[in-house]
T-cell receptor, first 113, second 113 residues
């Protein structure tokens, strides 16, 4: 079975541009998470969805960040406008029936110049 | 609030020698604890989890961890390191709903021949 699929794997953009990261969770999983990983701050939970509904977005840094999950098989994380401090690896993860077991994608490495 | 402290940012071992990665936790109630592993340029993968059953938990690839309430510790061990074990390891604590995982800062394991 395919795991969590993220795209793009790498994105280089200029400050002020809009960035959209995409995630396809594992089929049948009902929870989806967006994490950000940096050297300085480690792994941070940005937002998570349960049954396509955002449950907790307290980790979203500011209004420039938004996330959607229009259906059970797709989610997006959008940054508009992007800033250099947004440079990080963004991970999407999904989970099913086993509590605490998250399946991570391989990440989207974002560089904002 | 729950938190975990990984006591070593780097651990270096020789192939064939034991591995010990240390983690202390803080929680106001009986916690659920996990270890995740991240190989270079990959997403995180669940190694093992403790959810108030047996205090000695066995995971994949020969790793195990022991929950010690009196010491508030959940150290990860392996009797004999392999080169393929070189990766970053994260100790994780969750809330009761398992929806919010709080990640430690990570321990990078280096394995030399």
């Amino acid at each position: 079975d395919a795991g969590v699929i993220q795209s793009p794997r790498h994105e280089v953009t200029e400050m002020g541009q809009e960035v959209t990261l995409r995630c396809k969770p594992i089929s049948g999983h009902n929870s989806l998470f967006w994490y950000r990983q940096t050297m300085m701050r480690g792994l941070e939970l940005l937002i998570y969805f349960n049954n396509n509904v955002p449950i907790d977005d307290s980790g979203m840094p500011e209004d420039r960040f938004s996330a959607k999950m229009p259906n059970a098989s797709f989610s997006t994380l959008k940054i508009q406008p992007s800033e250099p401090r947004d440079s990080a690896v963004y991970f999407c993860a999904s989970s099913g029936q086993v509590p605490g077991e998250l399946f991570f994608g391989e990440g989207s490495r974002l560089t904002v110049l | 609030a729950q938190s975990v402290t990984q006591l070593d940012s780097h651990v270096s071992v020789s192939e064939g020698t034991p591995v010990l990665l240390r983690c202390n936790y803080s929680s106001s109630y009986s916690p659920s604890l996990f270890w995740y592993v991240q190989h270079p340029n990959k997403g995180l993968q669940l190694l093992l989890k403790y959810t108030s059953a047996a205090t000695l938990v066995k995971g994949i690839n020969g790793f195990e961890a022991e929950f010690k309430k009196s010491e508030t510790s959940f150290h990860l061990t392996k009797p004999s390191a392999h080169m393929s074990d070189a990766a970053e390891y994260f100790c994780v604590v969750s809330n009761t709903g398992f929806q919010k995982l709080v990640f430690g800062t990570g321990t990078r394991l280096l394995v030399s021949p």
